[in-house]
């Protein structure tokens, strides 16, 4: 053995013998209690602040929430709502009165939220082709489509209960008799406009069956425009969601009476389902939900209390650290 093999082999053999000992350098921390302590302190003193800020954030969103299924019903129909809601003879109009109780600054969201609504239903989710949605009738492997496939052997694009069950109430907004205007442009996602939803996609044979899902589209227009389609397209996670119905780009002060009038065209009542119309503001964290401040609130003051309560005990308690002598086999020894 030549002096460089043999001293490739005897290093070879310590690591192999260091790492079989578990002695490989590392990083051992030893957690004292002023170690835990100024951690759990530091934590509780990044948290609450953060908190406090985002739940004022989130309280700062001024919402309003309507719900207009049950009394948008006339009257003599209201023990039978699904008899009046399939029947076309009957006028839809409605109107609501929102007022305004804080100022409200614009752009104001309008959401549409259903209650009691299973858009996760796995054979409702399944039911659509994102390749006929992006390429058209020459995409014919539509089969996952089914029922909502085929009418009269034509395709219909776009296909599947998804497209099928589109939502169709419409609303407008008036303030002291001028006309709100509302922009109905970009509420959909940008990369859904232009990569999933084709641009010389056009809606073909489409609610032309005899039973009717919900809103019909006009087929002059491509898919990549049509921004209802492609809100109501990304399913909602939730049996209660909102989907955004379009913008108010005015501002609406305190004391404001807004009158909605609207079509209540969708049929929730056969299942029970909740339709309710929201305005809402929007702050640098969205809209309103205290969930997170509350959760950065709660962790936080959980460290603190935790510090104290360690604290107390490391003074109560004192000893010194690494003494043997405190563990339970050597204490039985001492004892007995
Ligand atoms: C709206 O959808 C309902 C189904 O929920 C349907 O019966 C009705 O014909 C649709 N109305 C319009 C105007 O599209």
């Given amino acids: 053995m030549t002096d460089a093999s043999r001293e490739e082999h005897t290093q070879r053999e310590t690591a192999f013998y260091l790492f079989t000992q578990q002695r490989l ?19 509780g003193f990044i948290f609450i602040p953060v908190g406090l800020v985002t739940l004022r954030a989130s309280r700062s969103v001024v919402e309003i929430v309507e719900r207009y299924d049950a009394e948008c019903v006339p009257e003599p129909f209201s023990i039978d709502k699904v008899s009046y809601i399939q029947d076309d003879s009957i006028p839809k109009n ?23 609504y299973y858009q996760n239903h796995r054979r409702y989710v399944k039911s659509r082709s994102d390749q006929q949605l992006l390429h058209g009738q020459k995409y014919q492997s539509t089969s996952s489509c089914q029922p909502v496939e ?63 899902g919900g809103g019909k589209l006009n087929p002059r227009i491509p898919l990549s425009d049509q921004e209802d389609l492609i809100v109501w397209m990304r399913t909602s996670a939730l049996p209660s969601f909102r989907k955004l119905y379009g913008r108010i780009e005015e501002d609406l002060d ?26 809402s503001t929007s702050s640098w964290l969205g809209g ?49």
């Fill in 150 to 212: 085929f009418n009269n052997d034509q395709p219909i694009v776009p296909c599947g209960l998804i497209a099928w069950s589109l939502f169709n109430d419409t609303f407008s907004f008036i303030r002291e008799r001028a006309k709100l205007k509302v922009n109905r442009k970009n509420i959909a996602w940008k990369s859904d406009r232009e990569h999933k939803f084709g641009k010389n996609v056009y809606p073909f044979n489409f609610q032309n069956g005899t039973l009717i």
């Fill in 254 to 279: 305190a004391d404001d009476v807004v009158v909605v009038h609207l079509m209540n065209n969708y049929n929730t009542y056969s299942f029970g389902g909740k339709k309710k119309l929201v305005l």
């Fill in 25 to 43: 350098p590392a990083c051992k921390p030893v957690l004292t209690p002023a170690w835990v302590i100024t951690i759990f302190l530091f934590t």
């Fill in 94 to 116: 409605c109107t609501l009165f929102l007022k305004v109780n804080k100022y409200m600054k614009a752009p104001i969201h309008i959401y549409y939220q259903l209650d009691n």
């Fill in 288 to 336: 309103r939900n205290d969930f997170l401040g509350l959760a950065y609130v709660f962790v936080g003051s959980s460290s603190l209390i935790l510090a104290l309560v360690f604290l107390l005990l490391h003074l109560k308690y004192r000893r010194p650290y690494g003494d043997t002598s405190y563990l339970p086999w050597n204490r039985k020894s001492l004892s007995g």
